[in-house]
């Protein structure tokens, strides 16, 4: 199938929302094709390149169906738009002629799962790991990173093993009983998907790492490869923000409105 691109230095992952603001005219153009049609296009990662006014860029091989679910046009033509990632795809061919923007003959990808029994265990312990890594994000007295908003509703139970891996933290990170009750409310919001797929595209969406990291996740040749590198990338990260040694900077391409 064919279908027009747009190049980001971001990875849209399936199920997770992304807001654009369009001003360049070739990709105006391009969404004023797709709202006619109700047809999706395609996100892929600029490998090499810059985002605005350029014509040649390097491009990742797998990207992601992007499904506009709401549209605003602005005055002067340019649009506000949120998007949802809606599956992936791999890049038989592009053509740079065809059009103003790229456009790309795809291959869809079909989702594997893997071992069933061991994607089940991984989905389980990365998901309460992962409710960890969110309480260890917020900032702690007296420093200046700004909270994560989370806008995904997420149902948790209480679970001993993941407190247990929490502590009390290093430092006396939960020394305040208070902020750590606020903590432990705001990770039992979230209601995590019983699907182990779905679960790992939505923590692939939401984890923050630089893009590159994001694209190898999307790529993964299963939900349990996935899984298993999401863990290891969690253990990671809970280790260097249990000593605050990693300076949290939220990540663009999910707390903030992408500029083409």
């Known amino acids: 199938m064919e279908i027009p691109l747009f190049p980001l230095h971001a990875v849209l992952c399936p199920g997770i929302a992304l807001p654009l603001h369009i001003f360049e005219p070739r990709y105006r153009l391009l969404t004023e094709r797709c709202l006619a049609d109700s047809s999706p296009f395609g996100i892929v990662l600029i490998v090499d390149g810059r985002e605005v006014g350029s014509d040649s860029v390097s491009i990742a091989s797998v990207g992601t169906f992007a499904e506009i679910r709401e549209s605003s046009r602005l005055p002067d ?27 790309a003959e795809v291959n869809p990808i079909e989702d594997e799962l893997g071992d069933a029994d061991r994607a089940s265990t991984l989905a389980d312990r990365t998901m309460r790991r992962f409710v960890a890594y969110l309480q260890l994000l917020q900032p702690m007295e007296g420093e200046t990173a700004e909270e994560i908003d989370v806008r995904v509703e997420i149902e948790t139970e209480g679970d001993p093993a993941a407190e247990g891996e929490e502590g009390a933290g290093e430092g006396g990170i939960h020394a305040d009983p208070e902020r750590s009750k606020e903590l432990d409310a705001a990770a039992r919001r979230l ?57 949290f900077a939220p990540d663009s391409a999910t707390v903030s409105t992408r500029r083409n």
Do not use: C
């Not at 033509?77 to 456009?103: H, N």
């Open 191 to 247: 209601v995590i998907p019983d699907d182990p797929t779905t679960l790992s595209y939505l923590l692939s969406g939401i984890i923050q790492v630089d893009p590159l990291r994001r694209q190898k996740l999307l790529e993964a040749e299963s939900t349990e490869v996935r899984l298993a590198a999401l863990d290891h990338l969690i253990d990671r990260e809970l280790w260097m923000l249990r000593r605050r040694l990693r300076q």
């Open 77 to 103: 033509g340019r649009y506000d738009l949120l998007v949802v990632g809606s599956g992936r795809f791999a890049i038989e061919r592009v053509d740079e002629s065809k059009e103003p923007y790229l456009v």
